[in-house]
């Protein structure tokens, strides 16, 4: 009778102990997925995620079209934009991935800052300064810049303050509009050695510090007649719903101007000819006859017409590169140097086919026939580039790229930005009112009407460097991958003759 109530108590402790053991796992495995649920929620997907119902108050959106009517525009900017506006601070979504190379250009200032010699340092090559004080702006004006580039790049900044008002800081910077980076890292390397000069430019490369900022074309390029990128988006959009990748010529289609690069003088010996075949389709872009007929060849929108295309650099990287990316055509990426602000989050075989830049015709050959052999395969890698421009470099992305990239510049500035003599101040009547020709339509295009009611979106922290050093690990293995199966297909239909 005694062993009984033991053996009881010791079945109940039995069961007491695993009934713990059961509720530990069923809140650890509760909280494990729901945790994960939320990072993908936040993270891949980027919805908005609401802070709080109770938070929530939505601004009504306000319009503010441009006043060209005070007597002289060419001096005063009208003071009727609002100056600051509230938004809703509920609603945030995460920035894609891009916007964390902010942290990676802004590195070399981190620990000292940017004093107002380095500013002034940078000035050697720039074409102007930028200086925002208290919401205006002013440029100093150093040298004329090729085309409308300083125009529309200053427009571009004019357009993000009135689409933020209140919300910029006080900064100073300057900015070349010339293709090529000048600031040598090695020339800032060392002991004794300057801090390097703070210059924002449209491209880099892995040996220079330039800081890359959104090019002039997302306001328009008048001198070709591209328009800005918000309305060609849309355009682009309706091409591809138009043209699909299986009906699409199976080639590899290139357009533009050879006369830039030697590499692009190279690319042409690919074309298809009477003895050979690369699967290649070449042309050359002539603008003086391209302008003469209205530009009617040269609408981008009007190029996806095959299922490969191939993005080559020319005197640096080119502007060309977000057009063929959203074409849902597989982008054939001859190796390039040069980097702009988003294309150093995009992965080889995800995004685009890798092509090698000292073998150009054999890498080609490969690539469409692989695609065309690995239909499925080469149609997702067009339509993850195309979602990729259509959803993250979206008009409101380039902004909030800028928003972030000037916010987290400004908190380096170790000086009080003041107004520099000889310094006009600018606003979007004194540059679109007196405008005209396809300049002012562009800017009436491209011109923001409204103060955002929603916040940029939140900044994502800088990367880990293991996190970053396994990125770019991945980036070169799936390279060398593909280079691995084109030897391979190479030895094999040689071995064949
Ligand atoms: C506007 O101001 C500029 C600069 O002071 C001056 O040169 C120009 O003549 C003025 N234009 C008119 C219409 O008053
Ligand atoms: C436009 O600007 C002028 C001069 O600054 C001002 O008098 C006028 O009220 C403004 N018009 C509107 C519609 O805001
Ligand atoms: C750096 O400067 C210090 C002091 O001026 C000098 O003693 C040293 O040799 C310099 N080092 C180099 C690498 O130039
Ligand atoms: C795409 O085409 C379909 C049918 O042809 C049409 O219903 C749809 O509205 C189009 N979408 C866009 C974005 O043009
Ligand atoms: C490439 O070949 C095509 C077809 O023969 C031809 O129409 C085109 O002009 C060639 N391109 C160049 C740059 O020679």
Sequence with gaps: MKKAPAACSITIYTFFVFFILFVA????????????????VNNSERKAVPISENHRKTPRPIVVP????????????????PTTFDTDLAWKPVCPDYFRWIHEDLKPWKTTGISRDMVERAKRSAHFRLVIVKGKVY?????????????????????????YPGKLPDLELTFDCNDRPVIRSGHHRGPNSTSPPPLFRYCGDRWTLDVVFPDWSFWGWPEINMKPWGNLLKDL????NRTKWMEREPYAYWKGNPLVAETRRDLLTCNVSDVQDWNARLFIQDWMLESQQGYKQSDVSNQCTHRYKIYIEGWTWSVSEKYILACDSVTLMVKPRYYDFFMRSLQPVHHYWPIKDNDKCRSIKFAVDWGNSHKQKAQAIG????????????????Y????????EYAKLLRFKPTIPEGAVEVCSETMACSAEGVEKKFMMESLVNSPSVTSPCALPPPYDPPVLGALLWK??????QVERWENRYWEKLNQQH
């Design 383 to 398: 339509k993850a580039a195309s979602d990729f421009i259509q959803e993250e470099l979206k008009m409101d992305y380039v």
């Design 400 to 407: 909030d790229y800028m928003f972030h990239l000037l916010n």
């Design 237 to 240: 959009k309706e091409g591809n």
């Design 25 to 40: 796992a069923a809140f650890i495995s509760f909280f494990c997925f729901s945790s994960r649920f939320i990072f993908l």
């Design 139 to 163: 440029i100093e004006k150093y040298k004329k810049s090729i085309q409308t580039r300083d125009v529309f790049t200053i427009w571009g900044i004019l357009q993000l303050l009135r689409r």
């Design 66 to 81: 441009l006043n060209c009517s005070a007597r002289n525009l060419t001096q005063t900017c009208p003071g009727n934009y």
């Design 475 to 480: 980036k070169a293995n799936s390279i060398k």
